[in-house]
């Protein structure tokens, strides 16, 4: 019988190209729209150092227009234009996974398929944690410096006024003034999104690639059980277009896939291990990174978690994200 070793079946640069690749295309939030590829990012992921600037321009201002005449001695005084900064966080992370060389021989089964399918799910489902406790911590510095403007909190109303609903929704984009028509996503726990299921309020449509998409009222909709609930009030999150920027790339030092053997292993039997690397970085867009607490080379999900290593830096209406809290009954 053949045994099906890991080094004949993976070549790390082909695999860690297909990880990347399909690790961008698949998951929810960009299928949805919400995060996007941000070239910068990309490029500063190559680059040392923990973190990195990006620079903004600001809107202009809505000052009124100058009323003009004509006398000569009357000048105009020119406005100018503002800007500010993002810091982005860079995380370097790491995964691995083992496999005793007898079980793969007992099995008989080409593993390349499954290994390829499962470490791409893998990335998937952790860069949207990360993502989920950056919102955490968004949401929880807005409360705490902005008065929670960026937050709609009817949970603790009686009766169906405290269950998300349409008019939840609709009330919770409002916090955006005239530019709620800017939102494209939802994301919501698996509890509200039935909730939403029974009552007919979630449509199904193709996507580009062949599978359909969930829908709440035209908004894309990923449902993630990483988002908070506290005693029963569950929080939904609002994202307008390109409301995250992202990028990963392999190191640029160490190999972003590798496998390691360890022949003695098993009593002789030998082990493999599947190792996966990548550098990511994924920011909202209108906050930048504070650094308050981070324990670590990179920071873990609690800390992303953490209010005090957040802060906006544009007016509320840059910022195309909401959050709705509610009781899913």
């Known amino acids: 019988m053949a045994t099906v070793r890991l080094t004949d079946i993976i070549e790390p640069a082909v695999f860690t190209g297909y990880t990347l690749q399909e690790t961008m295309q698949k998951t ?3 299928r949805a729209g919400v995060a996007v590829r941000n070239n910068v990012i990309a490029e500063q992921l ?3 150092s923990h973190s990195f600037t990006v620079p903004f321009w600001r809107d202009l201002e809505d ?7 004509d006398d000569p ?3 105009s005084t020119p406005k100018k234009i503002g800007s500010g900064k993002q810091m982005v966080r860079k995380s370097y992370l790491h995964q691995s996974w083992s496999a005793m060389n007898l ?10 398929a499954k290994i390829q399918s499962r470490v791409v799910a893998y990335w998937d489902r952790q860069l949207q944690k990360r993502l989920v406790a950056s919102l955490r911590g968004i949401m929880a510095d807005n409360i705490a410096n902005f008065e ?16 998300f609903g349409a008019e939840a929704v609709i009330d919770a984009t409002g916090t955006l003034g005239d530019s709620m028509s800017s939102l494209v996503s939802i994301a919501m726990h698996s509890d509200i999104y039935r909730r939403a299921l029974k009552n007919d309020l979630i449509e199904f449509i193709p996507d580009s690639q062949g599978g359909t998409i969930a829908t709440f009222r035209g908004l894309a909709t990923v449902v993630d059980d990483g988002l908070p609930v506290n005693e029963g009030a569950y929080t939904c999150a609002l994202f307008g277009a390109g409301a995250v920027g992202y990028g990963a790339a392999e190191p640029s030092i160490a190999d972003g896939t590798e496998v390691e053997n360890l022949p003695s292993a098993g009593r002789g039997g030998g082990q493999q291990i599947l190792h996966s690397r990548m550098n990511m970085g994924m920011h909202p867009a209108g906050f930048t990174w504070v650094e308050d607490t981070v324990a670590d080379e990179s920071p873990s999900l609690s800390e992303l978690a953490l209010p005090a290593n957040w802060s906006r830096v544009v007016e509320r209406k840059a910022v195309p994200l909401v959050f709705l809290i509610a009781r899913a009954e």
């Open 28 to 30: 929810a939030l960009v």
């Open 46 to 48: 190559k680059a040392g």
């Open 63 to 69: 000052d009124e227009a100058n009323i003009v005449n």
């Open 73 to 75: 001695d009357i000048h």
């Open 103 to 112: 079980a793969s021989e007992i099995a008989g089964d080409d593993a390349l």
């Open 148 to 163: 929670g403007d960026m937050v709609l909190d009817i949970s603790a109303e009686t009766g169906a006024t405290g269950v």
